[in-house]
């Protein structure tokens, strides 16, 4: 049997006390695309971030080897010295920087004493074609670039430095269907060519389009690998082995009792960018009505996340026209704070920069929409703090081992956990949820789906935000379309319906 590019042999690895991964074993062949799945805390981004050197040696136990010979990573130039490049899912790009400064950023071709500028213009070219990347201008600078074209130079960059293994930490969780649909062609190319390439993704039909071999983690064990060839090559097996049980059918039953009660109605909408005097939202009509799960589709650009802000207090000072109602009583919410006072909250799609302090703990972002409910004379008691804080801890199954972790070391999964926990405090009536699910694993989707059937249950009124269309039909009562600033189609029914015909209104 041929020797793997990269083994992993009997790996520990712990925080603080607290071990995270358990004797992992991991190998990856020679130009084969390797998929790495598991829920969010499994280990996956661990494992890979001691591959790249992030984690030296000394501070882990176990083997690591790079075609059958031992190798000890103490930096991560160890590691691209030894051919392993690394994107992660926070790209590492210097937005004021052109696209050539950051391919060549680190190890840049110099003349001399003196950087060659037009050699490294050339040579990334060369590069951006072979990523499929002709449409970008080495002299642009990255900020100009969406997030799909600024993936691309991020590949670009990776493959300057002429790697034998291309690893991806869920290269997809920002991108539309059609540009994560682009970007694994890539990657099937890159396969073509002679890359080997280890994709971590929570998109399980990226991973059964792409992979070769999986291997999947849970709770820092490794649990299955499988090869292509398996029986067990499938979705179900997949999801089983990653959380330990079977999930037969991942979107929970309608709830079937009918209200009437309309809580939000949004009436002739219109927004207009300030700065550049763009209209984004054109006469928008839209109502939810109570214990309703109401679905909103559109491609990136539809103006999905500016309709949610301009009904959320319009943090962003656009001008905004129109009527919004809310249990039938006219209203202007002028902020943030009225919108919660009259119970909305908005779960951004941004977590990370938008909706949470990561450098606080758990207790202290889920308790800080709302601090009138446990304080007293102005003083927060801290006491009821906690017990609301591990309320939620329990009741969302929140991996961590207290309320006063600090939330940037929680993983993906758990910090959207915290997000939502944030909401239900907030008690409001009318949940507005942008991508709620979006770079989360499939038991973590599974909670938050059954979570959002429950709040339906208690009548609380849902405006569903998802670019991922599956989401939409399982969790949906009724759907709007949106394109290019405009509703497209109202669908009031979702029974039979089908993606293609969502998707014909989105792009039209």
């Known amino acids: 049997m041929d020797t793997p590019l990269i083994e992993v042999v009997n790996l520990n690895k712990s925080f603080s006390g607290v071990q995270v991964l358990f004797n992992v074993n991991f190998k990856v062949r020679r130009n084969e695309i390797h998929c790495l799945v598991g829920e969010n805390g499994a280990g996956k981004s661990t494992l890979m971030k001691i591959l790249s050197g992030v984690y030296p040696y000394h501070e882990y136990t176990g083997e690591i080897k790079i075609e059958g010979k031992p190798v ?60 499929k990347g002709e449409s970008i201008s080495p002299m642009a600078k990255v900020k100009e670039l969406s997030i799909s074209l600024q993936q691309i130079v991020e590949i670009a960059k990776a493959l300057s430095k002429n790697p034998k293994v291309l690893i991806l930490d869920e290269p997809t969780s920002s991108l539309s269907e059609t540009e994560s649909e682009n970007l694994l062609n890539l990657l099937l190319e890159l396969k073509r060519k002679g890359m080997t390439i280890i994709l971590i993704s929570h998109r399980l039909k990226e991973v059964l389009k792409v992979a070769d071999s999986i291997t999947v983690l849970r709770d820092g064990h ?221 038991g973590a989707k599974f909670d938050i789906y059954n979570l959002i059937r429950e709040l339906s249950r208690e009548g609380k009124a849902i405006m569903l935000i998802s670019s991922e269309l599956p989401e939409i039909l399982g969790l949906s009562d009724r759907i709007y379309v949106m394109g290019k600033g405009r509703i497209t189609k109202e669908f009031t029914s979702v029974e039979n319906l089908t993606q293609e015909e969502i998707m014909k209104y989105a792009i039209d």
């Open 72 to 131: 000890k990573f103490h930096n991560i130039y160890d590691s691209e010295k030894e051919g392993i490049a690394i994107i992660y899912q926070e790209l590492s790009l210097v937005p004021e920087l052109t696209v050539y400064e950051n391919i060549f950023l680190g190890h840049e071709i110099t003349n001399g004493i003196s950087i060659d500028v037009s050699r490294e213009i050339i040579e990334s070219k060369k590069l951006l074609e072979m990523v």
């Open 222 to 442: 490794t649990v299955k690998y499988i090869e292509r060839e398996s029986k067990e090559f499938n979705e179900n097996s997949i999801i089983k082995y990653m959380v330990g049980r079977e999930i037969k059918e991942i979107y929970p039953p309608r709830i079937r009792e009918e209200y009437n009660d309309v809580y939000l109605e949004v009436k002739n909408l219109n927004v207009i960018r300030p700065d550049t005097g763009k209209k984004i939202l054109s006469n928008i009509n839209l109502f939810v009505k109570k214990g309703e799960v109401v679905g909103i589709f559109g491609l990136i650009g539809a103006g999905r996340t500016e309709l949610a802000l301009s009904i959320f207090g319009n943090p962003y000072g656009f001008i905004v026209n129109g009527e919004i109602y809310l249990k039938g009583k006219k209203v202007k919410i002028s902020s943030t704070e009225e919108a919660i006072r009259h119970g909305i909250f908005y779960l951004t799609e941004d977590r990370k920069e938008k909706g949470l302090i990561l450098i606080e703990s758990i207790r202290k972002n889920i308790t800080l929409p709302r601090l009138d409910k446990i304080s007293a004379n102005g003083i927060i008691d801290e006491q009821k703090e906690i017990v609301v804080a591990s309320e939620f801890l329990n009741k969302l199954r929140i991996k961590a081992r207290h309320v006063n972790v600090r939330v940037s070391t929680l993983s993906g999964g758990t910090q959207q956990k915290v997000l939502v926990s944030k909401s239900l405090f907030s008690e409001p009536d009318i949940f507005i949820m942008d991508e709620p699910t979006r770079g989360i694993d499939v």
